[in-house]
Nanobody, 119 residues
């Protein structure tokens, strides 16, 4: 198991940028794929971005393509989500989650960090 802690959220005006971090502790982090998810008030949680354990594969929900970039530094046990050109509709609690490579279910979740984008 790994424990995940997100940081980097905050309040930003539309068009601004934030970088979220997901720091892991526990078992070997580079055995885990990592995803970022978000949940806005009154809405279901949605997938945002994914990165495989060795950074070979990444993908994004269509609404953030070209604006968000996911990356990881396994030496620092950290995954990042660089968010540029933020829009008010990006406002949500962002959470990272990890799953062992080759499995389908995310077994470890962080507590989330709030991102608020004002217009």
């Amino acid at each position: 198991q790994v424990e995940l802690v997100e940081s980097g959220g905050g309040l930003v005006t539309a068009g601004g940028s934030l970088r979220l971090s997901c720091s892991a502790s526990g078992q070997t982090f580079n055995d885990y794929d990592v995803g970022w998810f978000r949940q806005a008030p009154g809405k279901k949680r949605e997938f945002v971005a994914f990165i495989s354990k060795s950074s070979i594969t990444s993908n994004y929900v269509d609404s953030v393509k070209g604006r968000f970039t996911i990356s990881r530094d396994n030496a620092k046990n950290t995954v990042y989500l660089q968010m540029n050109s933020l829009k008010p509709e990006d406002t949500a609690v962002y959470s990272c989650a990890a799953k062992l490579f080759g499995t389908t279910l995310y077994s470890n979740w962080g507590q989330g960090t709030q991102v608020t984008v004002s217009s």
